[in-house]
Nanobody
Framework: QVQLVESGGGLVQAGGSLRLSCAAS????????MGWFRQAPGKEREFVAA????????YYADSVKGRFTISRDNAKNTVYLQMNSLKPEDTAVYYC???????????????????WGQGTQVTVSS
């Protein structure tokens, strides 16, 4: 069973930056994809960014492209989300997700992930 622990959330002013981390443990095989999703109050969970573990290919939602960067550290089994130029509309609970099945899938779909973290709150004030 894979455990994902997110950290790095908090309160920041608009225009500021935060870096989220997601550490994975209990994994027997390498991850296939790791991703970040977010959910704001009253809204559905939405895709933010993902990374293919083997190639480091990255994927981004249009709303964060150019502002957010996803990266991974193989040795630490950790994925990061660097968030710059934050906006109030980025306020949400951010979830880390892990896919262990080694098949190529659409990484933007939450249903393609096997394990989820508990979430970390990001609040951007105007």
């Amino acid at each position: 069973q894979v455990q994902l622990v997110e950290s790095g959330g908090g309160l920041v002013q608009a225009g500021g930056s935060l870096r989220l981390s997601c550490a994975a443990s209990g994994r027997t095989f390498s991850s296939s994809y790791m991703g970040w999703f977010r959910q704001a109050p009253g809204k559905e969970r939405e895709f933010v960014a993902a990374i293919r573990w083997s190639s480091a290919r990255t994927y981004y939602a249009d709303s964060v492209k150019g502002r957010f960067t996803i990266s991974r550290d193989n040795a630490k089994n950790t994925v990061y989300l660097q968030m710059n130029s934050l906006k109030p509309e980025d306020t949400a609970v951010y979830y880390c997700a892990d896919r262990v099945q080694n098949t190529i899938v659409e990484p933007t779909a939450s249903t393609n992930y096997d394990f989820w973290g508990q979430g970390t709150q990001v609040t951007v004030s105007s």
